[in-house]
């Protein structure tokens, strides 16, 4: 059973506002990810990283950021949520960077109004 | 970029029926990862193949790499309510694990 936690599962808020979405796991992982995900579509790669102080861009462009100061905190953050920006939002991570297998949390379910 | 394509989009099964789940890929794969999914929730990993001609079971559930190692398929024997979900099939390129999906499979279990 994986060990990697997201929080909040459910979020509805206000145009304009900024939110933090947490993710954290307790398996020593380097590796980890951040997936957005809309209902009835495919999960999309918004971000990664291969450990500390390492972030990326994933194949879909995201208005999101990430930072990554510890190895088992994973924040992303948006500045200004926007009704587009409404969507399951899931985090992952794997312990190698070729072959892994990638643990997935519960998923944030993000409404923004 | 590497591209998956999974069939059917959705299937309706009566409890106890067999059922398969094929997952094509435009490109040659490094690895191919199924998991199930919970509407609104998580990934939970089900099988990782990676050699040409692989095949893994657990439980019920079957998957099987092809030999040339662009097609998947699931294989749920007896099904159960169990077994409803959507099933993904993800695919690592080669680059850096980072996965691309497949846009799922719905299935219903009619009991």
């Known amino acids: 059973e994986a060990d990697i936690y997201q929080t909040p599962r459910y979020l509805v808020i206000g145009t304009g506002k900024k939110i933090t979405l947490e993710c954290s796991q307790t398996?020593?992982?380097?590796?980890m990810y951040w997936y957005q995900q809309d209902p009835g579509m495919e999960l999309h790669l918004i971000h990664y990283s291969y450990g500390v102080n390492s972030t990326e861009k994933g194949d879909l462009s995201s208005e999101s950021t990430v930072s990554r100061i510890r190895t088992e905190h994973f924040p992303l953050t948006l500045e200004s949520a926007r009704p587009s920006h409404t969507s399951q939002y899931l985090c992952?991570?794997?312990?190698?960077?070729?072959?892994?297998?990638?643990?997935f949390g519960a998923g944030t379910r993000l409404s923004v109004l | 970029s590497q591209e998956l394509e999974q069939s059917p989009q959705s299937l309706i099964v009566q409890e106890g029926k067999n059922l398969t789940i094929n997952c094509t890929s435009s490109k040659t794969l490094y690895g191919l990862y199924w998991y199930k999914q919970k509407y609104g929730e998580g990934l939970i990993f089900l099988m990782m193949l990676q050699k040409g001609g692989e095949e893994k079971s657990h439980e019920k559930i079957t998957a099987k790499l092809d030999e040339k190692k662009q097609q998947s398929s699931l294989h749920i024997t007896a099904s159960q309510p169990s077994h409803a979900g959507i099933y993904l099939c993800?695919?690592?390129?080669?680059?850096?694990?980072?996965?691309?999906f497949g846009a799922g499979t719905i299935l219903r279990v009619k009991s």
């Open positions: 992952a991570s794997s312990e190698v960077v070729t072959g892994g297998i990638q643990y």
């Open positions: 993800g695919a690592d390129g080669g680059y850096g694990n980072k996965l691309v």
């Open positions: 398996m020593g992982h380097d590796k």
